[in-house]
């Protein structure tokens, strides 16, 4: 089955506690991208990777750090989170030309 | 500054009823404009989409239609559905660039 898998769903953390959130594809899709979803704000990219060891800041970058080391692996390192990085998190993946991205099932993350 | 502008921000419906969402866009460059729908807990999933050649795109009960001129385009859900309650955001994309409005939540009552 083709998907998006995020690691993990739930996640409770204290302030300035490293943390790394897992996203893998099965799809052999070039293009990866990280976003946040907070009510209100819609969906609002922080890093993306058109291919492997390529990656670029999105619309939200400060905080996080990504890494493109194989094809089907994008993870999002928060390496200090603070309270204002509480949100729920997607990974998507697409082919080059598109158009269309598949989603993960979501991250929840609870900074305290 | 790229951004495509979505309202209503939310929307209540009877069933039956056709909910409209508007989006503009200011971006010229973007080629493709998606639909998606996201139900609570899970991710967003492509619902619909066009490119800004075509003037409306019909799927099943799900219409798009494309005004380039306006750069607004919009969603029509005939005969809705309780089934149909979901966020529904708006997007554009140009490129790398895939620009999402700040969503819609539609409520279908029944």
């Known amino acids: 089955e083709a998907q998006v898998t995020q690691n993990p769903r739930y996640l409770i953390t204290v302030t300035g506690k490293k943390l790394t959130v897992t996203c893998s594809q099965n799809?052999?899709?070039?293009?990866m991208s990280w976003y946040r979803q907070d009510p209100g704000l819609g969906l609002r990219q922080i890093y993306y990777?058109?291919?492997?060891?390529?990656?670029d800041k999105g619309d939200v970058p400060e905080g996080y750090k990504v890494s493109r080391k194989e094809k089907r692996n994008f993870p999002l390192i928060l390496e200090s989170p603070s309270p204002n990085q509480t949100s729920l998190y997607f990974c998507?993946?697409?082919?080059?030309?598109?158009?269309?991205?598949?989603f993960g099932q979501g991250t929840r993350l609870t900074v305290v | 500054q790229q951004q495509v502008k979505q309202s209503p921000q939310s929307l209540i419906v009877q069933k039956g009823g056709i909910p409209i969402i508007n989006c503009a866009y200011e971006?010229?460059?973007?080629?493709?404009f998606p639909w998606y729908q996201q139900f609570p807990g899970k991710g967003p999933a492509l619902l619909i989409a066009?490119?800004?050649?075509?003037s409306e795109k019909k799927e099943g009960r799900f219409t798009i239609s494309f005004n380039k001129s306006a750069k607004q385009f919009s969603l029509h859900i005939m005969d809705s559905q309780p089934g149909d309650s979901a966020t529904y955001f708006c997007?554009?994309?140009?490129?790398?660039?895939?620009?999402f409005g700040k969503g819609t939540t539609l409520s279908v009552s029944s």
């Open positions: 998507a993946s697409s082919t080059r030309q598109g158009p269309e991205a598949f």
């Open positions: 799809m052999n899709h070039e293009y």
């Open positions: 990777s058109m291919n492997v060891e390529v990656t």
């Open positions: 971006n010229t460059a973007f080629d493709y």
């Open positions: 066009i490119r800004p050649d075509v």
């Open positions: 997007a554009a994309q140009g490129g790398t660039a895939l620009i």
